[in-house]
């Protein structure tokens, strides 16, 4: 069966240190992975995307990472802050279906 | 700027009652998308239209209903609500034309039903 897991446990590190959030699937052939961010009581925000061909993505001090062997993406947060606290969420584009998988997320938080 | 609204925010309703929430993007997107979201599940798609008059069923359609009279509004609406049926509800939108399928998310609305 075709499925999209992240860790249910909430991730909880420090200020300053590196948060590393893990986005598995098994059975999808994805052309686009993408990252949201969702605060309590709103909407899921865009964060990020890293296409199939692409190994590693940098937006500030977010990295992505996409290895298609292995089905699986990492999403690094460097130099974390407590602002940074949130649910982070992965999803599958299989491009040009115009739908994204989700998976159900995680909930880091960063404690001064 | 363009945006994504739901309304209401917050509806208690009773077992029974027919149930419409509404969901209106000025982003001019052909794409919306309707998904509720519950602890453990994560968000599950119940119906999305790529465009005026186009309406699909997502995995979790049962009890609801859309329809797409123009671009800017997907209204759901709930035939006859079950206390299953509580939960939180997102609509997005996304662009026809951008092959990642990147979306754009409403505030949600929370739904109570007694």
């Known amino acids: 069966s075709q499925k999209i897991e992240q860790n249910s446990e909430a991730l909880n590190i420090q200020e300053g240190k590196t948060a590393t959030l893990t986005c598995n699937y098994t059975?999808?052939?994805?052309?686009?992975l993408q990252w949201y961010r969702q605060d309590p009581g709103r909407g899921p925000v865009f964060l990020l995307l890293?296409?199939?061909?692409?190994k590693e993505k940098r937006k500030e001090r977010l990295k992505v990472t996409f290895d298609t062997t292995l089905k699986q993406s990492l999403f690094h947060i460097t130099a974390s802050q407590p602002a940074d606290s949130a649910t982070y969420l992965c999803a599958l584009s299989l491009g040009g279906y115009n739908k994204l998988i989700f998976g159900a997320g995680t909930r880091l938080a960063v404690h001064p | 700027d363009a945006e994504i609204t739901q309304s209401p925010r917050h509806k208690i309703t009773e077992t029974g009652r027919q149930v419409t929430l509404a969901c209106h993007q000025t982003?001019?997107?052909?794409?919306m998308f309707w998904y509720r979201q519950d602890l453990g599940h994560g968000l599950r798609l119940i119906h999305y239209s790529y465009g005026v008059h186009d309406t699909n069923k997502g995995e979790v359609s049962d009890g609801y209903s859309v329809s797409r009279s123009n671009t800017e509004d997907l209204p759901l609406t709930l035939e006859s609500a079950a206390s299953s049926q509580t939960s939180v509800y997102f609509c997005?939108?996304?662009?026809?034309?951008?092959?990642?399928?990147?979306?754009?998310f409403g505030p949600g609305t929370r739904l109570t039903v007694l």
């Open positions: 890293i296409r199939e061909n692409e």
């Open positions: 059975n999808y052939s994805p052309a686009y």
């Open positions: 982003w001019n997107h052909n794409n």
């Open positions: 997005a939108s996304s662009d026809l034309d951008k092959h990642t399928d990147t979306q754009y």
